[in-house]
């Protein structure tokens, strides 16, 4: 078996010797042979042919993905980031989205910002009429099949794209695929990288009747296409006329495109060309992959394309594992990188507001959070909400970070209309945090949940800054006796009385009569009752106890109570980011704006103990963040006064 | 002032150009000429002509790299990763190391146990006289000065070394440095880029008189040393002599080693191969570096030698940064990356003990964390630690996580003696740590704290594992009284009683009156008194009220007691990680080896409350991980009971 195996690399190699061979007599550009080394010699030349026909120095290159769904959008990011990191031209990314997936990565691309790279939508729905006839066995449904559309979906200009799936991640610049353009003979226009399995020989299994195919096939994970000639060769009237004939015997695709692509192949196979196999190592099992590389050099693009996806049996999975868990981890954040080779490209440089802080300004933290254009990932996790047939549901609406994350549960269990967390966290925790959500019942049995990751800023300035950008109120658990249909008008803003335990065990107390006993008990108390009495005196705790209808209450100043309010309301300012005045400022400016406040005499909500976040251990004990505070808390009142021409003044 | 820059960057390019040109024309091993390109073509042709000179695939490359004391230790970390991440060679390290370093990097080194990575420690201590002797004003001390006795301390069959700063990141494969060595000229034996300051051009302010050097003079961040030749030119008398005659003048070095070698350099400029600057871009204020790149793919190494390191002034000081966050971050257990290729190399393949286990096994995930190698960073702070003289001070040791960060400082106010702190973090987390302790004046100020770094596997596997590997206490806050001189004999064990609060805002009972007091308050309570009676009922709290003096009791299955033991006491069973009977197993073992439990009747402990973390969690919801723990402790009981010959069975 060792002997076989050694074998076959030493065959492979011969092989690939040839091809280098091949390439250098078959040189296009008029550059001179490089001369034939010895052992490692040939290794290196082989790179320096490459080179040598090299891509031009920013040159953009353009990338196709197609990609749907919440649960691809978030694959995909593992593939953007490789390419990135690697990366060292212009990169225009097409991709081929449906609606879920397009708000996703619009907003991801948009927050993300990095630069010398841009992004064009195309959307599914446009496409879908051209492939939807295929029945498609496979998993991917009529979005595997839309790569055959590309020659259609894609701008006319456009004349050559790499087409990668979610599930590839690179190792290298993907330059050195594109630069494979070159090598292409007039008449290919499709390069593509062997079946690394026995599928398209058949046999597997007793009926196994596979599409037909040249020898093993090609996978089509990884694809170069010449864009203007696909054109030229009709190739919409080609793959179709192709699959309709083989759809008499076969029924359906099983593969998807690849079967297509395949089927056609076989009938043209003057138009594909062979790309090394490095550049699609296909990890499924029973896969003849290993052949491929001799050495980690030779690694170009791992292909995660067994449905086991991470746990792949294969001798090197740990490498492989390692390269995507390097990605996937990776703080996509350090990939803002800009290439200054190349400034003179199209991209404007826009002017960095950054740059025009001073950084002595006592509140230069504060003003540079501000600023910040936070990474985000809308709705990282798959779900659906249907509203409420008369519009009139609430959702509960609230952020955390890492730390607070096995509150999540206890809060599901008590309020079980629809949700949205914005997740504060890190690449990696956003890992931990999937890993967790697979492995809780409560939290996989949910659909109405929206989960938003805004990703954290680098690590060396997390500690001084105070960003939780809503303050965190997970703890808070709120009694579903809330879910009464209560009809909103647009100058309401209905006010959820607060208490807190400050013990740990707490059975949720299921009626206002308990509530009321245990508040006599002393088990509980009305919201920092022991420290910041002020923020919720208004809510007028006394009346509270025997109202039964909603009561009106007058504002006051550092009223911060939470609230039911319609989804139009002004947002947070963002300028109090972390911990301080970020819910006051916001219900000053309501009640300038002449909103009414409203307390709800059955409803409830009960603060669970927590450790102080570092964040507000650092406030504190800062001076200058109170300083810096007190500076915004200023500024904030000038504007909101400005603004709405109102006469608010701080006590 | 842009339009001089520009010309300035065309300048440059012209004569790197030019350069590229002349080692073309020089090339040593008869291979072919290049072909010249037009534009881009050209920057190809360099990298060609590098490569195919190239270093032979599984050559291994040498790295020597002085290090001294903690922070040192800690920063070269980073360094390490970056030449790790690109490297496609084995690596041999050579540490010159003073005994804190040593201690710290060998550790490191051995539960990283990287594949084709060897490393050799040289004490400092042995090498030490030969430099002492110079003056030197760097803050490096005499550790600056190291560098010069690479000669020496080097075993002398080797021959070529490229010596590193700690202060230096690595963008690409560090073997495109090693190629250079072919570069030299055969009286050339060390290559160094040349000073990006104006330092050695003298004038810098009124009295500044920089030590001799050739125009800029040489940066020594960077040094390819052919050792070989530089024994023969009588190193180690040719530094001396010239150091000597302009102490003479100059008193002392300004810059350590590099002002001696820009010296000897200056009398013997044949000595000296240019290296190309890309291969030190120096950070410092006032740098010229900025005329050494042109394009993201010419930065080869970083030298952030500035003593403002991250936070320089540079135009481009976001990218440099985004490139050493990368690696700060970086996971380094997935740098445990095979050179697949390099298997015929001399180390040793040793049989991974993890593909003994069977993935069916109930415990596998138990298991497996058990065989991992986890990767220790010990003194991962600068710390001091004098033992009293008599020999009986008591340290507290505690193991915590990320999540219980915000109690160092609690747990500090309540004890001034030696500390021991184990923290189980990732690499990003390890840095946000560092962070942490530098904005604490309570933290900084404490000597007596050690803080060993254990880094946390994976991200995928890390929700699925147990791992606190000693369960975290830093919640328990011990009481000052506790610091008695007690005299320990070996087959003793003093248990400190221990409460709780389920209250947050605890101000901690001075004395055990007030202890009593508050616990018949109903304010505090016997520890776990709620949930688990049976790990702390046989301290006997009742007899403990009254108690003046220290009295034994009576091991029972299931006490768990804090305990304060000789520091020779078996460790725990690293079976039990996570949460779950890692304390019982410990108490019991020391109860079968005929311990004496006796509880100390002035001193107490008080846990407080926290959120129940992500293991605590799991533990409770998972019935597999019940059904492990049950196998596993039978088989802790029949291993105890067959090593002990004793005969405990579980009820």
Redesign the interface.
Known sequence: MEQQNQLLRRQLSISQNQLIQAWGNEGEDG??K??E?T???E???T??KE??F?V??CEVLHIAIVCAGYNSSRSVVTLLKSLLFYR?NPLHFHMIADAKAQVVLHALFSSWNVPHVEVSFYLTDNLAADVSWVPNKHYSGVFGLMKLTLNKALPQTLKKVIVLDTDITVATDIAELWNLFSKFGPKQYIGLVENQSDWYLGKLWKSHRPWPALGRGYNTGVILIRLDIMRQSNWSQKWKLIAERDLTTLFSTQLADQDIINAVIKQHPEIVYNLPCQWNVQLSDNTRSELCY?????LKAIHWNSPKK?KVKNK?V??F???H??F????G??????????NHSRSVIVPNPLSQLNEEDECYEFRRARQTNYRTHLFFLDNEYDPTPDGFDVTLVATLS??????V?QLLKHWDGPVSLTLYM?D?EA??FL??TQ?SEIIASRKNVAYHVVYKE???E???LFRNLVICKVMTTLNTSFKVSIQLFSLQAWIVPAFET????LSFPRSKAELLNRLDMGELFTFRY?VWTKGHAPTNFAKWRTATTPYKVTWEQDFEPYIVVRKDVPEYDTRFVGFGWNKVSHIMELHVMGFDFIVLPNSFIVHM??????DI??FRTSPQYKRCVKILKREFVDDLNRKYNSDISLQ
């Open positions: 550059a001179e490089i001369g080394g052992g490692t010699g290794q290196g030349a790179k320096c080179k040598e090299g031009p120095k060292r001799l050495e980690v050099t030779d991470l090197h740990e490498f594992r390692n390269l868990l390097t996937l981890e990776y703080d954040n350090l990939l803002r990188r800009e290439l200054f080779g190349c890492m730390d607070r994350l096995q509150m549960e890190s990696a890992q931990q890993s967790y492995s680098g690590v060396i997390l500690i001084h400050q013990r740990y065990r022991h103990p927590h450790a102080p976040s570092l251990a650092k």
